[in-house]
């Protein structure tokens, strides 16, 4: 029983590893594919890694680099918002998703934050999760030693000084994984979705013959609010709010 249960477990590392190496391979193979300008063969060779369930930040960079190469703005735009979601923090994607925005046709003026709001955000999103996360994970480990400290000395000043710091490594470690946790329920809560539609209407009601409020054109990200039947309650980037059919819209 228990050599079965040893082969069973070698064979599962093994075909893991496997898998592993085939999509690191593919990746390498894309990557200079990319380099040599060959764009259609590199986004053939990334979708499969992606359809391999082997995805990341870099996959999804390179991949929107990729389409924005092949000039398909709605892919490009669609790619490195998930490149973000995953990489918050990173500048590239920043940077390369302003140029893709550039090239779509509509351009809204967003709804400007306070300046309460604003550096809230930045400092929520300084960091990705799991990096608040791993500063928690320090923190707290940092705490318990000193802790350990507290209780194994016998000098009152060690003690009350090691007390002290304890609790001091203890509040920020909570506090980390407080941020981490207010992150993650932002990502989960909103929700975003771009247009893979050349034009595409926005309705004051959740009916297609009701009033259009605006055309939309692709590769423009709208929040979604609300589902009704085959409609999505959106809000655009400009802070306006109307009704768009679900199709040719992929949440991000």
Known sequence: MRLRFALFFITICYSVNLSAQKADSLFSKAND????????????????????????????????????????????????????????ESESIKNNLAFAERMRLDQFEKIPESELDQGLDNFITFMSV?????????????????????????????????????????????????????????????????????????????NPKASSLIELHEGTKVKILDQFRSFYKVQLPDGSIGWMETTNLKKI
Not at 37 to 52: D, F, G, P, V, W
Not at 168 to 180: E, K, M, N, R, Y
Not at 182 to 197: R, S
């Open 33 to 88: 594919a990319y380099a040599n300008a060959n764009y259609t063969e590199a986004k053939r060779l990334y979708q499969s890694i992606i359809k391999q369930d082997k995805v990341s930040s870099e996959l999804y960079y390179n991949l929107g680099n990729t389409y924005y190469k092949l000039e398909d703005i709605a892919n490009s735009i669609y790619y490195y918002e998930k490149a973000l979601k995953l990489n918050p």
């Open 130 to 206: 799991d990096n608040w996360s791993v500063f928690g994970i320090i923190f707290l480990f940092l705490a318990g030693l000193s802790f350990a400290f507290f209780i194994f000395k016998r000098r009152s000043l060690i003690k009350r000084i090691s007390l002290g710091l304890s609790i001091v490594l203890l509040l920020i470690s909570v506090g980390a994984f407080t941020i981490a946790q207010a992150q993650l329920n932002q990502i989960n809560k909103d929700v975003y979705a771009v247009i893979f539609e050349k034009e595409k209407p926005v309705f004051e009601e959740p």
